[in-house]
């Protein structure tokens, strides 16, 4: 395939309700769609999972767009590519800026799996027909409040509950929810919030039976994790630490991590998340799907990677109703009782809806090979 054409919209849309994390509280989710168009006029789309604001890592979506648009574009554009994984081959010459590679390299594994008459789960090699999904729930200091959400969404059927938690909303939040609930799948998320200076703390976490605690330390770290590993019965789990294949082998041999979080924006795109999750595979460590806040088109490219068979625990890919009262995608992603049924149309399997996109976009690039 040629890609002869790339259009990005910069887009604008408000959550249902406010998102609290370790790093910040928000409501507007700025991002970017990225649509691809081959010689014969088939389209591919790609999202961005750059916030706004370097909370996450050290991406935004302004700097996404630049190095799409002066770097990524220039090495894609007009050329003839035969399969995806040869974006990954194009981009390595350019150091980090994941998000924004993974931006363009799906969108073209979209467009690839179009032509090819193929959805992207089977384009990946997946073969689950539904996937099981847990949901992820930000910081709310309303003891009461936060006991009635968890309540919620276990009655709804979600597989796992994950608990954003940071110093001073931990260890008794986390009593009181295995109190409430003694035997849902529960995991935290701390977002980088601590230190070694907490491994008494963070000890106490092992009496809640949790699936695991996903990232307590530094989000460029594997060497601590592996020193508070060995002081932990509760499986640590990596998220920002892991940017590629490499770091994973390096956690993994450290003994830092016990399970891996896969973000695709975060690692650089799907051929590198395959990577990644064929390595877990082969050494036992079981991964799972996480999430960023992503409109139906970047929820799409996550079902179809959870479909791959050593995602074994429950990922971040709620429904769209969780965040969105209107989505961009027809249909939109629907959970029933934790379980979303993986599309059956090619590529992501689901349509843009143009009239929603447009009432998100606040601003449009074209750019055409020459």
């Known amino acids: 395939m040629i890609i002869k054409e790339i259009n990005i919209r910069k887009m604008k849309m408000t959550m249902k309700n406010p998102f609290t994390t370790s790093f910040g509280t928000f409501q507007d989710k700025e991002f970017l769609l990225l649509e691809a168009k081959d010689e014969l006029g088939n389209t591919g789309w790609g ?12 991406e935004t979506l302004g700097t996404n767009l630049h190095m799409i648009e002066e770097f990524l574009l220039p090495l894609v554009l007009g050329k003839e590519i035969g399969h995806p994984d040869e974006v990954n081959e194009l981009f390595a010459s350019i150091r980090k800026n994941n998000m924004a590679k993974a931006t363009v390299e799906g969108a073209i594994w979209d467009l690839y799996a179009k032509r ?8 990946l090699g997946g073969e689950r027909k539904q996937i099981e999904v847990g949901i992820s729930i930000g910081i709310d200091e309303d ?22 938690i940071k110093p001073g909303f931990d260890v008794e939040v986390m009593r009181e929810l295995r109190k409430q ?28 039976n949790l699936t695991m605690i996903e990232q307590p330390l530094a ?21 920002e630490s892991i940017h590629s294949l490499e770091d994973t082998r390096k956690a993994v041999e450290l003994g830092s991590t016990k399970i891996i979080n896969i973000k695709i924006g ?16 082969e050494k036992g460590i079981p991964v799972w799907c996480g999430g ?20 074994t625990l429950p990922g971040d890919t709620a429904g769209s109703s969780r965040y969105w009262e209107k989505d961009i995608i027809s249909p939109e992603v629907t959970v029933e009782q934790g379980l979303i049924t993986v599309p059956t149309q ?16 606040v601003e449009t690039f074209q750019f055409k090979a020459e």
């Open 47 to 58: 999202e961005s999972t750059a916030f706004h604001s370097p909370w996450y890592n050290e």
């Open 116 to 123: 090819n008459k193929m959805t992207l789960a089977q384009a």
């Open 143 to 164: 003891m009461n409040r936060l006991v009635e959400t968890v309540r919620g969404f276990v009655e709804e059927g979600y597989k796992r509950i994950k608990v954003k």
């Open 181 to 208: 609930f003694p035997n849902v799948p529960m995991m935290a998320d701390a977002n980088s919030a601590y230190t070694l200076e907490d491994v008494e703390l963070l000890k106490q976490l092992d009496a809640f």
């Open 219 to 239: 989000s460029d770290d594997i060497i601590d994790h592996a020193v508070l590993q060995k002081q932990l019965q509760t499986p640590i789990c990596l998220d």
């Open 266 to 281: 975060r690692v650089g795109g799907l051929t590198e998340s395959k990577k990644i999750h064929d390595y877990c595979m």
């Open 292 to 311: 960023m806040l992503e409109s139906g088109i970047g929820r799409a490219h996550n079902i179809a990677l959870t479909t791959l068979p050593n995602f």
């Open 346 to 361: 090619y590529g992501i399997g689901y349509e843009p809806d143009f009239e929603a996109m447009d009432q998100f976009t």
